[in-house]
């Protein structure tokens, strides 16, 4: 990685971790959620660097996957266990950073130490060279040590320039087949969820985050008007992903039907939101590195 390469993602993170600061300082009762949606989005820009992807504010079972729509009226509460999860790139350099705040009560702070502990102790570990399983073997004895389980169907990731997620998993669990090995100037985003559920996570309802699919299928559209809606979303948003707020200046005569009439022929992909199988509380904690070969460089 060049000089130039590793200053904009170091720049990147900078900024993520100035927004995640600042949002977590806005999960307070009565707060809605896009509120704070807005308002994280709007530092990020603010400060020079593009969003990566929305803002997720994914509440208790949540695990990841939610961001509100333009007319959300979701108020946060005393006690909501929120996972704030932030992202910044600078000229398409991403880095991805999250936190859990428990609102004003204090009943699931070992869980949130559990993920927290267990993502210091992956950034110990990881340099060039090492087994990515076992990462996934000090998170998930980190968390256990704590009296609860690591989401065995969530992992962290590789980035690339974007791409959010590049390929390479970074697993939470030691019972994996993986054996990538990242090398020198590979970036990463670990991320450990803990829960007291069952440790896995299901689909649930849409999250209102997309993603442009530009495949064979984009190329053949026939309706016209869909092929120029799709075209207006992919030279606005490209390989990142994006929320239906988002869109609102895009489709004024009616942005839901588009999206939803492009996600139905497979031209964009609605992600689900992620719940605890058993709806367990779930806790995270995230940074973006770059991997070094006697080490890592938190840039989060």
Known sequence: MDDTVSEK????????????????SL???GVSVLEVANNVES?????????????NISIDEGAA???????????????DVVKLDVGAHIDGYIADTAKTVEIETDNY??????????????????????DLSEIGKVVEETIKSYGHKPITNLSGHSLERYKLHSGMSVPSVSATHSKAKPVEGDVLAIEPFATNGVGRVVSGKGSNIYLCNKSIRSKVIRDNRLKMLFNRLFIKFKTLPFAERWCED???????LALKKLSFLGLIKHYPQLIEAKGGIVTQKEHTVIVKDDGCEVIT
């Open 9 to 24: 993602y170091r720049r990147a993170g900078t900024i993520a971790a100035a927004a995640r600061v600042y949002g977590a």
């Open 27 to 29: 999960l307070k009762p």
């Open 43 to 55: 530092m990020i820009l603010e400060k020079g660097a593009d969003l990566a992807f929305p803002v």
């Open 65 to 79: 996957h939610f961001s509100p729509r333009h007319d959300d009226t979701l108020i946060l509460k005393r006690g």
């Open 109 to 130: 702070s070992t869980m949130i130490k559990a993920s927290n502990d267990a993502l210091e102790h992956a950034i110990h570990v990881l340099k060039e060279g090492v």
């Open 250 to 256: 895009l489709f004024p005569d009616g942005g839901e």
